[in-house]
């Protein structure tokens, strides 16, 4: 039977699309729908010291296990609608979700543990917003500069916090020695700061270049030097940007309801949370597949 012709009955489903609420949904065994895929950012990672043997997924990277746990909620059936939701509304106890082709999803519930509240009518009225810094991302092609054994730097500012050194992809794959990486800046920034050019891409170049000289980071070779035939001259770095990313901070809060639970955890509470294995169907699919995996590599 197609999900628009039936009323699906659940005692909790939890709303979002992000690593906290796909986390959640692991653990409980609840059904997850979101609007819109939220998977973090490819360098966001949990930090030491935690236990992760209770997720059993077996990595330490936000976008590592958003994917994974994707792949084993739908598996398991937890994602009724997979990534084809384009709006929600609720009205009493009945969940309603549309999808881009006019389809629709009935969902009967008694609570919704709602970790985004993107494009949902029906929610309690709105008491009160609080609005964080924004996550900036600011990514440059790397021109002269590319090699070098770096990874990570930081700063102690807001204003460029972490430079990523990766991979270039602009050279496909990178299979031998010699690396050429591109580069993002990671800021902190207000919105009165997102408006103010000193805080703008331009100004992130010239940190970033600053920073890079500081790790004793050149441009391509320029020949050997006139004086000293042994030494060899550089290029200055030269890196130019691509693109900005701002992935806003904003938290709304609601009247109270007993239909909604309303939740902002990290990934990194929700695994001390739920710290022991819970014998869930998701954790038994994952467990299947890691051994079918070892089963095929010997």
Not at 194 to 216: C, E, P, Q
Request: glycine share 6%.
């Amino acid at each position: 039977m197609g999900i628009d012709k039936h009323v699906h009955l659940h005692d909790t489903i939890v709303i979002g699309g992000g690593l906290s609420a796909l986390l959640y949904s692991f653990h409980t065994g609840c059904p997850c729908i979101f609007v819109g895929p939220s998977p973090p950012f490819r360098f966001d990672s949990f930090g030491e010291p935690l236990d992760l043997s209770c997720t059993q997924l077996h990595t330490k990277s936000f976008r590592e296990s958003w994917e994974k746990l994707i792949l084993l909620l739908g598996l398991n059936g937890q994602l009724p609608m997979t990534n084809r939701a384009s709006s929600i509304n609720i009205r009493d106890n009945l969940l309603k979700v549309t999808t881009p082709n006019s389809r629709l999803g009935r969902f009967e519930f008694k609570k919704l543990v709602i970790f985004d509240d993107t494009a949902i009518s029906g929610l309690p009225a709105m008491t009160s917003r609080h609005e964080g810094k924004s996550k900036v991302l600011d990514w440059f092609n790397v021109r002269s500069g590319m090699e070098h054994p770096h990874e990570v730097t930081q700063t102690n500012s807001d204003f460029v916090r972490f430079i990523h050194f990766y991979p270039s992809e602009r050279f496909g794959a990178q299979k031998t020695s010699r690396i050429r990486k591109d580069l993002v800046a990671v800021s902190f920034l207000t919105s009165e700061e997102l408006g103010d050019f000193n805080y703008s891409d331009t100004m992130v170049r010239f940190k970033v270049v600053d920073a890079m000289k500081s790790l004793g980071i050149k441009g391509a070779r320029n020949g050997r030097d006139t004086y000293n035939p042994e030494l060899y001259r550089f290029y200055s770095v030269k890196i130019e940007p691509t693109e900005r990313e701002i992935i806003p901070n904003i938290r709304n809060f609601y009247e109270k309801d007993e239909r909604f639970e309303f939740r902002n955890d990290t990934p990194e509470e929700i695994v001390k949370k739920f710290n022991t294995n819970n014998e869930t169907y998701a954790l038994k699919i994952n467990k299947k597949i890691e051994e079918f995996q070892h089963e095929i590599s010997i």
